[in-house]
Nanobody
Framework: QVQLVESGGGLVQPGGSLRLSCAAS????????MGWYRQAPGKQRELVAA???????NYADFVKGRFTVSRDNAKNTVYLQMNSLKPEDTAVYYC???????????????WGQGTQVTVSS
């Protein structure tokens, strides 16, 4: 079994910064793409940013130039550095990973429990 645990959410003023972390643990053989999604009240979950095992990145247009996704493969951890935060960034942020577990053929999708980010003065 594979688990993702997020940390780093909280309350921040507009224009401020936060850094989210997500660590994967369990019976992991390989982690492929890791990413961050968010869900605001009354809205669908949406992709924020993703990063491949080789470091290729993909960002939603609404975070380009403000957020940076990175990962440490040795630690099975993905990060999301969020700068110039806006009130509309307020949401629950979820970590996602495509994982090949040990002794398993194929890839499974794993989600974290989510961490709240609130941007407000």
């Amino acid at each position: 079994q594979v688990q993702l645990v997020e940390s780093g959410g909280g309350l921040v003023q507009p224009g401020g910064s936060l850094r989210l972390s997500c660590a994967a643990s369990g019976s992991i053989f390989t982690i492929y793409t890791m990413g961050w999604y968010r869900q605001a009240p009354g809205k669908q979950r949406e992709l924020v940013a993703a990063i491949t095992r080789g470091g290729g990145t993909n960002y939603a247009d609404f975070v380009k130039g403000r957020f940076t996704v990175s990962r440490d493969n040795a630690k099975n951890t993905v990060y999301l550095q969020m700068n110039s935060l806006k009130p509309e960034d307020t949401a629950v942020y979820y970590c996602n990973a495509q994982v090949n577990p040990i002794a398993t053929i194929g890839v499974v999708e794993v989600w974290g429990q989510g961490t709240q980010v609130t941007v407000s003065s």
